[in-house]
């Protein structure tokens, strides 16, 4: 699949940005955080801004970005229309807690856990769109929701260690969620990886013909020597081994370098904090462009069955 | 019926005849607005029955295309190099009349006109002859005349054009190097049928996709040596004695007599009468009686003692005895073709059953030539079809012969499920006339007494100077070609630049792209038709003109272009005289309307040619009074032109109230009945007149009334060629015509009368094996030659080929899918991508046809996959054949009609080293884009205009 | 609406074709695009259409295909477009109600004046048979050619799809595939037509009918007897005419 600038941005920014907005609420609502206007400030206009990036990343996906607000409509059916309705919901309460908090001074508690709920439930949905894509095997897998789950909490978790390391207050709560938060997600991407590496094709390109008893088939004319939409959506393909360079290199910038540096900053403590935060969320950063362009471009869509694909 | 512009409010459908090929299939244009919105089949049409193939949906694309000519252009620089300038059509008819005139005032034959894929040879032939130049023809010659001329010397009909399978009724149908055919969209219908019925299908080709990928079975067969199998089919049927010895009695000239006297001028010539009447002996009296007495029943077998002494033979005795030999057994074709000897036993065994089993019986009585009743027509139900794998080989004569042989040896002819004769033929063998072009034939100023083509059947029918040197630029007709039904437009440039025999001054081209694709060794011709006479600084070739409706490589080389219309604007005749439309069952033929008035400034070639014709003052095309005899251009002459008493261009709605079938006087209003019946005339033959055509009496009878015959007479199909012996007689030194020495052995060879196998003169050069894999192409079936290119829906389905090679073969030669290769033949070397498959025969490599594309041209921008990753195989073809049996070196081309030997290419290929570019070479300088021509839009919104009229 | 209909449609209309007369030919491909580009569907935008990268939006391809090996080996042409399934995800993937699929006869359309060209449909779809119109920005699709069955003013005869019509082998064919005596169903049941990737839980409607096995020459192995030996093969053409 075609790792398209919108998308790359829209899941990474929104993830990190419910990932910190869940990781505030929840402290502020958990009194980690004081209810000063500053402490609510520092996190939430961070986050919110993150969210709002990414959003209105998405839409430059959007073909017809005019008619946006009809994504609204389906929310019954469509995990895309849920993820709509989720994110613009998210920020009823978020904003509610961003005045509450920024204005008022107090972390209005419905609010805060709506805020955190919103985003776990918009991450989820964003998760569910790609989950339950039948055609495209390697996210059509149960782990697929979870990792964005986690992927959204562990970079939420790691931009908040350094913004209380910077505030001065709730590192220490925002640094165990870290810590904890990091592995877990790697560790899902790397399960979810592998998982998506062995789990045998789902269909070959006889079956694709109807054929399925007759193998091999092998495609010797193709319908057309042009291209088009599909083709460029779904024709991407990476060179395994320049995937699996990628994949090491995800890890490393991912947990490998980010999760020390927490540790070693939170235990050194005081200004160390902050210093080493900076370049953990740099890392991460990084991490998460490169697991999110291998998402899509290591995902093979099943209709290459018909564009000389041996099986998918 | 007459022309409608854009503009126009409203929906309108208008039949006229598909020209995004030569199938002519019937269609329905959707006008929206007077803007063209779909096409499709006329379901009433008897050649399409309503279906239309991609080519012919995409016509509007063809039309709409920014490759369009839109005014006369005039060189103004070199060749090919620098710009045209727009003129009017005032001064390109000037200029023209000018170089014509002064052609036709000096030396008639110092023009040459030659035309392409064009459908009103009936009208350029007569102007050619009206003009006085023997110099024309049209593409046939480089296509398909080996298949022309064997069925036409054999049959009286051929493959195609005058014949067509009977797949409703067939059981067993055989196509041998067929890919797209012409008939493109009858044979799939026909293979639909056939498929619906159970029928069993076997294609015999190196190559297997499109209708072979369906067939029940491939013979994947080594290019050129259709021969030895077809001849093993055949010993293998007389072995059995499973033949239709009736049939061949009654039929055919299996039991006339042939002189056996060696060493003397009459041997292998029929035993005639002093009347000139073949003759027979009766095989109940032993009376020797002439071949058409309706009491005789001819003997099959035994030699007779001649009245003057000489010995005699059955036509059908020799024949056994030579195929009889075990040299044609399954055994001996096995190794050169690469058929196993089991499957050729068990083709020959399905033939045998498909046709004599049970074979299905049509009640429908007919009376033979002799007049007895029959109560019906026992079928055949054997279907043969052959195309361009066996025509542009230089074999394919005789290959086409021996299919026929085949055909005739099972009675699998015009009967049920058999090859069927299309109308107008049969007709004669060979038909009429001879070509008309001889020195004393040809005079300033003057018109030929004939027609510049046809059927010569001996020595004497040649076009030859007294020298034996040839009388035409082409050197058809000559003892090079002498069978050269069609011309030789391949070899029009190349001797034109060498000036052999003669130098030409004006070249007039109409609808060949003999820049690109449809020439030999495309670089070569290029060169030539740039070269220059170092002595008086003129072009070799000092004048082109050209008709062409589109951008395509010729333009460029053309000194003065007349732009033509697209086929959805003109008048055009799909006639008797030319090629109809005929059926097995029906008289036929066709005409195109103009649907849409042009929007730029070009006129219809016919009309054109026709003003032209009269500026020249050719008598056909003026009146007495010197005014014009056609003033209403094509339209007119379609209705009003008589080639001889009531006999038009046109065969329905003739005679004043249109009311005459065939023969009559003019209808003024005979283009109006056309148009109302969707384009098209049928006239359904009675029941007792559709079978056996060739003996049936009433058919013959009706024949003639509908002047598609001259005599009522029996028309014997001949499994003995006796022009031929002709000819190879005058090489063993009989006669006053005999042909040049470095030629007489070669006449000796090939002109055998009995159809027979002889390797490709390709193959015989190369026993080193230097170049160890035949190449050739296949037409796609969404693209008309280097036509589909410019079409903005055709070329996203195929815009750039590859060189397809068997995957064993491949990998032997360390290629790899997708790898750039060097293909390198005797002439030339090219690149091309490979393909690796499963579907060819090992020792053969494919494309398609005409897809890669000269950069510049078509319209397209000049880094478009068709000039970059795209080839054209013809840059490997020489155009002259190997070796040589005199000074001069022979055509790439069959030895008797002249056709091309596109199919006979050898070539070696190689993996090209990492580093160097995968292009495609030759890289040809750009063309220029002339003037006018519109940039091509970058996004296509095509349909769009129809949804806004519709809000 | 992006939920399927409650019940399922009692017509499934839709194509049964034929791998076994399908010559590639690319007819049906061209007659969709012409009949949809230039009608309510359309247009069905190309870019580039003359220049070095084409690429347009067509309903329906046909791709040529090498099954088996050797003296098993055959090519077989695989048309390829919308299949109208019954349990359409990319209908309801669709965030705008702009997929749909039809209450009355299961055909899956897209009501473009509400879609927002977000491609989801299309990655939903195994079977590859949505296209976005780039000039337009809205998502296509094959119609079934919608307009053309349900036109009472064509004649009965040309009720059909435009690919259907066109296609010279016979190889397509339209019908009502929920009615068991449909001409369709009787093929289907006929020939074993095929659900194509039934596994994936589509249910798609569409069916495909095998090639039928090739009946090979050399493995029916007959061969022609000689012709009876009294006289050789000339005496048995003596009897055979009688003199
Ligand atoms: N390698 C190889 N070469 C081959 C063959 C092969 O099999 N292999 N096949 C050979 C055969 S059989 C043939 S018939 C030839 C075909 O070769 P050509 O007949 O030369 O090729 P076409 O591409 O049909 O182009 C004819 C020209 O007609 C023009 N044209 C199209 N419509 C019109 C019109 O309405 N009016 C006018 N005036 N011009 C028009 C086109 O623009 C084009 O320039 O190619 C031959 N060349
Ligand atoms: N779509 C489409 N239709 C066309 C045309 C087109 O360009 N496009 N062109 C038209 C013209 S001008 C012509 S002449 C006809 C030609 O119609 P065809 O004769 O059907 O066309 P070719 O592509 O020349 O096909 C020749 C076939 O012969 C095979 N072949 C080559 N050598 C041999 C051999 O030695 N033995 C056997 N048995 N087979 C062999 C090739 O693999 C190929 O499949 O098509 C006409 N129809
Ligand atoms: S076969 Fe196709 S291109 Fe040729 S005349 Fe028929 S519809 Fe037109
Ligand atoms: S029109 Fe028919 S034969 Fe041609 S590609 Fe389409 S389905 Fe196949
Ligand atoms: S084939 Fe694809 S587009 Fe058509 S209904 Fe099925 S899933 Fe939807
Ligand atoms: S592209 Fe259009 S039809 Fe497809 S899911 Fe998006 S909004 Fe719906
Ligand atoms: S049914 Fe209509 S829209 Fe669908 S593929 Fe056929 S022609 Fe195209
Ligand atoms: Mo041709």
């Not at chain 2, 299905?360 to 052959?386: C, K, L, M, N, Y």
């Amino acid at each position: 699949m075609r790792p398209a600038a919108s998308l790359l941005l829209f899941t990474t920014l929104s993830g990190a940005g419910y990932g910190l907005l869940a990781v505030w609420a929840l402290s502020g609502l958990a009194g980690v955080l004081p209810p000063e206007p500053l402490a609510g400030a520092v996190g939430l206009v961070p986050a919110l801004l993150l969210i709002g990036g990414g959003l209105l990343a998405s839409t430059f996906h959007l073909a017809r970005p005019d008619r946006a607000w009809r994504a609204f409509s389906q929310w019954r059916t469509s995990w895309l229309s849920r993820e709509a309705v989720a994110a613009v919901a998210t920020f009823a309460p978020a904003l509610v807690l961003a005045f509450g908090w920024l204005l008022g001074g107090r972390v209005p508690p419905l609010a805060a856990f709506l805020s955190a709920a919103g985003a776990g439930l918009t991450v989820l949905c964003t998760g569910q769109i790609y989950a339950t894509l039948v055609p495209v095997p390697r996210w059509h897998q149960p782990l697929t929701t979870p990792v964005f789950l986690a992927m959204a909490l562990a970079s939420g978790a790691t931009l908040a260690v350094l913004l209380t390391a910077a505030l001065g207050s709730g590192t220490t709560a925002a640094g165990l969620t870290a810590l904890v938060a990091l592995p877990l997600a790697w560790g899902l991407k790397l399960l979810w990886w592998r998982s998506g590496d062995r789990a045998p094709p789902r269909a070959t390109a006889a079956a694709a013909i109807g054929l399925a008893g007759e193998t091999p088939a092998r495609l010797v004319e193709p319908a057309h020597s042009a291209g088009s939409w599909l083709l460029e959506e779904t024709g991407f393909r990476v060179a395994r081994r320049h995937a699996a360079r990628l994949r090491r290199l995800a890890l490393l910038f991912g947990v490998g370098l980010p999760w020390p540096l927490l540790a070693l900053g939170l235990l050194a403590g005081g200004g160390w904090t902050l210093l080493f935060a900076l370049p953990a969320v740099l890392a991460k950063a990084l991490a998460l462009a490169i697991e999110r362009w291998l998402f899509f471009a290591e995902a093979r869509h099943m209709v290459g069955l018909w564009y000389g694909e041996a099986a998918v | 019926m007459t022309a409608s512009g854009a503009g126009e409010a409203g929906s309108r459908v208008v039949c006229t005849t598909c020209y995004m090929c030569a199938c002519r299939c019937g269609i329905r244009v959707h006008l929206e607005n007077g803007r063209p919105r779909f096409i499709d089949g006329n379901r009433a049409h008897p050649v399409n029955r309503g279906v239309v193939c991609a080519k012919g949906s995409a016509g509007i694309m063809h039309h709409e295309s920014p490759a369009r000519l839109r005014a006369p252009l005039k060189r103004v620089g070199e060749r090919g190099r620098d710009a045209l300038v727009e003129i009017s059509w005032e001064e390109a008819l000037d200029i023209a009349t000018r170089w014509l005139a002064e052609v036709r005032a000096t030396d008639p034959r110092k023009l040459a006109f030659f035309t392409g894929r064009d459908q009103s040879q009936a009208l350029t032939g007569f102007w050619a002859a009206q003009f006085g130049t023997p110099n024309y023809a049209a593409h046939g010659g480089f296509c398909s005349v080996n298949m022309a001329a064997a069925g036409m010397y054999t049959l009286g009909g051929s493959f195609w054009e005058f014949g067509e399978p009977d797949l409703e009724h067939a059981r067993l149908f055989l196509m041998f190097g067929v890919a797209e055919d012409h008939d493109s969209n009858p044979l799939k219908l026909g293979l639909a049928a056939m498929k619906a019925r159970g029928g069993r299908i076997v294609a015999i080709n190196p190559v297997r996709t499109g209708y072979a990928a369906i067939a029940d079975d491939w013979l994947p067969i080594r290019p050129g040596t259709d021969g030895l199998l077809v001849l093993a089919l055949v010993h293998e049927l007389l072995r059995a004695g499973r033949i239709d010895a009736p049939y061949l009695a009654e039929c055919t000239d299996a039991g006339w007599l042939v002189v056996e006297a060696p060493g003397t001028a009459g041997d292998g010539l029929y035993a005639r009468d002093p009347a000139g009447r073949p003759l027979c002996r009766d095989r109940r009296t032993g009376a020797l009686l002439p071949a058409d007495d309706p009491s005789a029943a001819p003997s099959l077998r035994g030699a007779v003692s001649l009245p003057d002494g000489r010995r005699a033979r059955p036509v059908f005795e020799i024949l056994a005895e030579r195929f009889l030999d075990p040299g044609f057994g399954p055994e001996a074709a096995a190794g050169p073709t690469g058929i196993p000897a089991p499957t050729i036993r068990a083709l020959a065994a399905e033939l045998a059953r498909a046709a004599f089993e049970a074979p299905p019986f049509v009640a429908e009585p007919w009376t033979d030539w002799r007049g007895r009743r029959h109560a019906g027509v026992e079928g055949r139900p054997v279907s043969i079809h052959a195309m361009r794998g066996i025509s542009a080989h230089a074999n394919g004569f005789q290959t086409c012969r021996a299919i026929h042989l085949l055909q005739l040896l099972l009675g699998a002819i015009d009967r049920p499920g058999s090859f069927r004769f299309k109308a107008p033929c049969p007709r004669p063998v060979p038909p009429w006339p001879v070509p008309c072009g001889n020195p004393w034939q040809v005079a300033p100023g003057r018109p030929m007494p004939g027609m510049p083509l046809g059927y010569p059947t001996g020595p004497e029918d040649l076009l030859v100077e007294a020298d034996g040197r040839p009388c035409r630029i082409d050197k058809a007709f000559s003892w090079e070609a002498p069978l050269a039904a069609h011309g030789l437009l391949h070899s029009v440039i190349g001797n034109a630049w060498r000036g052999d025999p003669y130098p030409i001054e004006v070249l007039f081209l109409y609808m060949a792209n003999m820049a690109w694709n449809s020439a030999m060794a495309t670089s070569e011709t290029i060169a030539m038709l740039t070269d220059r006479d170092p002595a008086t600084g003129r072009y070799r070739i000092p004048k082109i003109i050209y008709s062409d409706a589109f951008w395509s490589e010729t333009v460029a080389y053309a000194d003065l272009v007349l732009p033509d219309t697209t086929f959805l604007e003109r008048w055009d005749a799909l006639s008797l005289l030319d090629r109809p439309i005929g059926k097995a069952d029906a008289l036929c033929d066709a005409i195109r309307q103009p649907v849409l008035a042009p929007d730029r400034d070009v006129r219809p070639f016919q009309d054109v040619l026709i003003e032209l014709g009269h500026r020249l003052g050719l008598p056909a095309f003026t009146r007495e009074d010197g005014g014009p005899r056609y003033p209403g251009g094509y339209a007119d002459y379609l209705v009003h032109h008589e080639r001889a008493p009531g006999i038009g261009p046109l065969a329905g709605w003739r005679g004043p109230d249109g009311k005459l079938i065939g023969k009559g006087p003019p209808n003024p209003r005979q283009l109006e009945a056309y148009v109302a019946n969707g384009c098209f005339f049928e006239h359904r033959f009675p029941a007792g007149r559709r079978y056996m055509k060739p003996v049936n009496r009433d058919y013959l009878e009706l024949a003639v009334e509908l002047g598609m015959l001259s005599r009522a007479e029996p028309i014997f199909a001949r499994l003995y060629c006796e022009p031929l012996q002709r000819f190879r007689l005058a090489a063993r030194g009989h006669g006053a015509l005999q042909p040049p020495e470095a030629l007489r052995a070669r006449i000796e060879r090939y002109f055998d009368p009995l159809p027979f196998w002889y390797p490709s003169p390709e193959l015989e050069a190369d026993p080193e094996g230097a170049f160890p894999l035949a190449a050739v192409t296949q037409r796609p079936a969404a693209m008309y030659h280097s036509w589909g290119s410019h079409n903005a829906w055709l070329r996203q389905i195929l815009g750039e080929n590859r060189l397809c090679i068997a995957r064993t073969t491949a990998r032997a030669l360390g290629i790899e899918d997708g790898d750039p290769v060097r293909v390198t033949s005797r002439v030339g070397s090219i690149r091309a991508i490979a393909r690796l498959v499963e579907g060819v025969e090992p020792g053969t490599v494919w494309t398609w046809n005409a897809i890669g594309k000269r950069a510049g041209a078509w319209g397209l921008s000049p880094d478009a996959p068709e000039a970059t990753r795209g080839f054209l195989l013809n840059h490997l073809i020489d155009e002259l054949g190997p070796g040589s049996a005199e000074g001069a070196r022979l055509a790439n081309a069959d030895p008797i009609t002249g056709q091309a030997a596109w199919y006979d290419l050898r070539v070696r290929v190689e993996k090209i080293a990492p580093g160097e570019p995968a292009l495609a070479e030759p890289r040809l300088a750009p063309l220029p884009r002339p003037p006018g021509l519109p940039d091509p839009p970058p996004v296509l919104t095509w349909g769009a205009v129809f949804r806004g009229a519709r809000r | 609406m992006t939920a399927l209909p409650d019940p399922p449609p009692a017509r499934r209309l839709g194509l049964v074709i034929d791998l076994d007369t399908c010559v590639g030919c690319q007819a049906c491909v061209v007659a969709c695009k012409e009949w949809n580009g230039g009608g309510p569907a359309g247009p069905l935008g190309d870019l580039e259409p003359w220049g070095a990268a084409p690429s347009g939006a067509w309903l329906n391809r046909v791709h040529g295909f090498e099954v088996g090996e050797g003296e098993a080996g055959r090519t077989v042409y695989f048309p390829r477009s919308c299949l109208h399934c019954e349990n359409a995800l990319c209908v309801t993937v669709c965030p705008t109600g702009a997929s749909y699929k039809r209450a009355e006869d299961g055909i899956v359309l897209v009501d473009e004046s509400k879609c927002m060209g977000c491609g989801l449909c299309a990655w939903a779809c195994p079977y590859g048979a949505r296209e976005l119109d780039r000039p337009s920005g809205v998502m296509k699709k094959c119609t079934l050619c919608v307009d053309r069955i349900g036109d009472e003013r064509l004649p009965a005869a040309e009720r059909e799809p435009a690919c259907v019509a066109t296609c010279p082998a016979r190889a397509r064919h339209f019908g009502d595939l929920a009615d068991p005596e449909s001409a369709v169903s009787r093929l289907v049941a006929e020939r074993g037509g095929v659900e194509l990737l039934a596994e994936l839980g589509y249910r798609p409607t569409n069916r495909y009918l095998p090639p039928r096995p090739g009946r090979r020459l050399a493995a029916s192995a007959e061969r022609l007897e000689d012709a009876p030996a009294e006289g050789g093969f000339l005496g048995w053409l003596d009897r055979l005419l009688g003199g």
